[in-house]
């Protein structure tokens, strides 16, 4: 069985830069404040978060989207982030699916109080 997550926030960027902060390796460290291996590439593989986040991308649209496969030992799970212009911020909203159950409570407390919140309050302190 596998569980999923839907989350939506505001920053307080417009697209482009919020995008940058996603894929840029070296921004990606400065807001986590951990090292990060990242490319803009599809296939590439990535590991963010000094290694506790580890993937490949699948698909990405600059400024846009970004589709990529988590794993999770020999699981797979896959994120979804797009990115909405709104006014002078942008919507981000993310979509993580198949996620082990095991893993589901960690990842949600993940997402909010690592992820999203280091990314806003990125832009926003």
């Known amino acids: 069985m596998s569980k999923s997550i839907k989350l939506n926030r505001r920053i307080k960027a417009p697209p ?5 902060a996603l894929t840029n390796p070296f921004t990606i460290e400065l807001w986590s404040g951990e090292p990060a291996v990242m490319s803009e ?9 000094d290694g506790s986040i580890l993937g ?3 698909e990405i649209e600059t400024n846009e989207l970004l589709r990529q496969a988590w794993y999770f030992g020999k699981e797979e799970s896959e ?3 797009r990115l909405f212009p709104e006014k002078e911020n942008t919507q ?13 409570e960690n990842m949600l407390e993940g997402w909010k109080e690592t992820y999203l919140e280091q990314l806003k309050d990125f832009f926003e302190k």
């Open 92 to 104: 981000i909203r993310i979509e993580h699916r198949n996620i082990p159950d095991e893993a589901y």
């Open 41 to 49: 590439e599809p296939g590439t593989e990535f590991s963010m978060m």
């Open 56 to 58: 490949r991308n699948l």
């Open 16 to 20: 482009e830069e919020v995008f940058r």
């Open 79 to 81: 994120v979804i982030i």
